[in-house]
Nanobody
């Protein structure tokens, strides 16, 4: 069993930055790929980013490339999402996810979910 807890959400101005964290507890984190999804009101859940167990492979949704970066620190059992050049359309609840591989993350085959953290971007 893996427990995931997000933090770092909040209010940001357009063009600003936020760094989300997801702390994991339970099984050895390095055996899992980790990632982020987001869901805005009235919209479907959207894949954001994924990173492999050892951090050697990262996958970003096309719309986030150049603005978002995913990283992980297995010693701290934490995955990060650095979000720069934020836009109002980035407003959503961001959820952390764990799965066997980055491809599983990207395709929504998730083993564990966090509760989510709200990100609101103002003009």
């Amino acid at each position: 069993q893996v427990q995931l807890e997000e933090s770092g959400g909040g209010l940001a101005q357009a063009g600003g930055s936020l760094r989300l964290s997801c702390a994991a507890s339970g099984r050895t984190l390095s055996t899992y790929a980790l990632g982020w999804f987001r869901q805005a009101p009235g919209k479907e859940r959207e894949f954001v980013a994924a990173i492999s167990g050892q951090g050697g492979t990262t996958v970003l949704a096309d719309s986030m490339k150049g603005r978002f970066t995913i990283s992980r620190d297995n010693a701290k059992n934490t995955v990060f999402l650095q979000m720069n050049s934020l836009k109002p359309e980035d407003t959503a609840v961001y959820r952390c996810a764990a799965a066997s591989a980055t491809a599983d993350i990207k395709n929504g085959r998730i083993s564990y979910w966090g509760q989510g953290t709200q990100v609101t971007v103002q003009v």
